[in-house]
């Protein structure tokens, strides 16, 4: 499965942008899209997930109210649409998938991640 991000870049405090994941492959199918963010010399953490089949969603509280996030089952696609955009947004966004293969085993994959950055 790979994963291709896209829509990453430079706004300004207020601003919009949104985010897209397309996953690619073949033998698999989606359980959760997520998309999480790292900040230099910070750890890794969760801003948001969807599930596949319920479209249900989990999302930050830093974020939440600011952030949505939706999947197109159909396009095996996610995106994460950011407004309000403040300047502790800035970090590097990646893209998170839960599939499942033909065996009905789990798996996980990331994407190569998209920058963020947000001015003052």
């Known amino acids: 499965v790979q994963l291709v991000e896209s829509g990453g870049g430079l706004v300004q405090t207020g601003g919009s942008l949104r985010l897209s994941c397309a996953s690619s492959g073949s033998g698999f199918s989606i359980r959760a899209m997520a998309w999480y963010r790292q900040a230099p010399g910070k750890q890794r953490e969760l801003v948001a997930r969807i599930t596949s089949t319920f479209s249900t969603t989990n999302v930050a509280d830093s974020v939440k109210d600011r952030f949505t996030i939706s999947i197109d089952n159909a396009k095996n696609t996610v995106s994460l649409q950011m407004t309000s955009l403040k300047p502790e947004d800035t970090a590097v966004y990646y893209c998170?998938?839960?599939?499942?293969?033909?065996?009905?085993?789990?798996?996980?994959?990331w994407g190569q991640g998209t920058q963020v950055s947000v001015s003052s």
């Open positions: 998170n998938a839960q599939t499942w293969n033909l065996y009905g085993l789990l798996n996980e994959y």
